[in-house]
């Protein structure tokens, strides 16, 4: 079911790594914060951006809920969702874009992932992107590495990194931490 014109639809929900908060318009999901994240800030920032007024609760965002669980659980290797992505734009909106097709259990460098979206060259810009993603989780940002293979950063600083390492590691369970 579609929502209203004007309005976006929300939601909030527990996973074993922290809250997790989505945001979905007619057009897909808008926003995903990562876990541990503030769920009332994704709003307020969701009507911040787009103008929309916000709706608890949706089919979409519902659906999006499941299968963030499902991941974050270890059931769930590639999202099938529609996506909006009016919150990002240009080289920003190219270098997510690329990321999406970056293959669960693979990484790519800051370089690599530049050089799919089109400019080659440009990590340090495609490392600002992703530190922007609006939709992470599921544009999986965290896939995105240094050339020198260590982790590289991730929102939040210390505890990001440790975010991120923990989700390098559920899809990567065989693989020794770095």
């Not at 992505?85 to 259990?105: C, D, K, M, N, S």
Request: hydrophobic share 45%; with cysteine; net charge negative.
């Amino acid at each position: 079911m579609l929502s209203p014109m004007g309005m976006f639809t929300h939601t909030a929900f527990d996973t074993e790594l922290g809250p997790v908060a989505l945001a979905a318009t007619d057009e897909g999901i808008v926003r995903c914060n990562l876990p541990g994240s503030d769920p009332d800030a994704l709003v307020e920032e969701v009507i911040a951006r787009t103008g929309l007024s916000p709706v608890e609760g949706g089919e979409m965002v519902d659906d999006a809920a499941d299968q963030v669980i499902a991941f974050l659980e270890g059931g769930l290797r590639q999202f099938d969702l529609e996506l909006d992505w009016r919150l990002v734009g240009g080289f920003h909106r190219q270098v997510l874009q690329a990321t999406a097709t970056i293959p669960y259990g693979e990484t790519a460098s800051y370089g690599e992932v530049a050089a799919l979206a089109g400019k080659p060259g440009a990590a340090r810009a495609a490392g600002t992107a992703l530190s922007v993603n609006p939709i992470a989780l599921i544009v999986p940002c965290h896939r995105i590495i240094k050339a020198d293979g260590s982790t590289g950063g991730y929102g939040g600083g210390a505890a990001g990194t440790a975010l991120k390492q923990r989700l390098l590691d559920l899809e990567t369970p065989n693989l020794l931490s770095g």
